[in-house]
């Protein structure tokens, strides 16, 4: 059973997260802390050293959310070509997932961070590489168990398939039209289909 200090420090991640992730680690102001948790400064500085320890803690809260989820969707049973599909089509409806995450955290941080805060940067580039591999990986046993064919490394195409996905969560974000996210992965499925299928 976890200590009452622990259960704290979880509440703490898990109503700040959203906060963080929304306004970034620069934009997120002592106020927004305390006003989202209720808790006062010392309160909540008495369970994280300092703020920046308390922004890693919630974009690692955050990310491993997404992770879990891709997990989900990559580990269904099929072929290669019905987990990458499964996966494309939750980013159709990736707003959905993330609205009350306060959008992408790995769009969101990235950018907010790359400047800002070098621990969250570096943070956030080893999500991304998770997150390739973790598609890499399916990639690699649909080849292996002769699924499909790749015109490039496994590693190679996940990358290009997030950046496109990234991409679309990007233009999204900035326009808030769904389009963005439905015809990006529209497009995506097409060329799965003409660059994959045996």
């Keep these: 059973m976890s200590s009452k200090a622990e259960r704290t420090s979880q509440y703490i991640i898990e109503t700040v ?32 050293e300092n703020k920046e320890a308390l922004a890693l803690a ?4 955050n990310s491993k959310l997404l992770l879990h989820k891709i997990d989900e969707l990559l580990g269904i049973q099929g072929t290669a070509l019905d987990k990458i599909f499964n996966l494309t089509k939750f980013y159709k409806q990736y707003d959905v997932f993330t609205i009350e995450m306060g959008g992408c955290p790995v769009l969101n941080t990235g950018v907010d961070s790359f400047n800002n805060n070098r621990l969250l940067t570096a943070a956030n580039r080893e ?3 998770e997150i390739e591999g973790k598609i890499a990986l399916v990639l690699e046993n649909g080849v292996h168990n002769k699924e499909i064919n790749l015109p490039v490394t496994p590693l190679q195409f996940a990358k290009q398939l997030f950046t496109m996905l990234l991409g679309a969560i990007s233009m999204f974000t900035i326009t808030q039209d769904r389009k963005y996210l439905i015809n990006t992965v529209a497009y995506l499925d097409l060329l799965i289909k003409n660059e994959l299928v045996k």
């Design 17 to 48: 997260a959203p906060v963080f992730n929304k306004h970034g680690y620069i934009g997120t102001s002592m106020s927004d802390l305390t006003e989202a948790t209720g808790l006062t400064k010392g309160a909540i500085y008495g369970n994280f």
């Design 58 to 61: 919630s974009y690692e809260y």
């Design 127 to 129: 999500i991304l590489r």
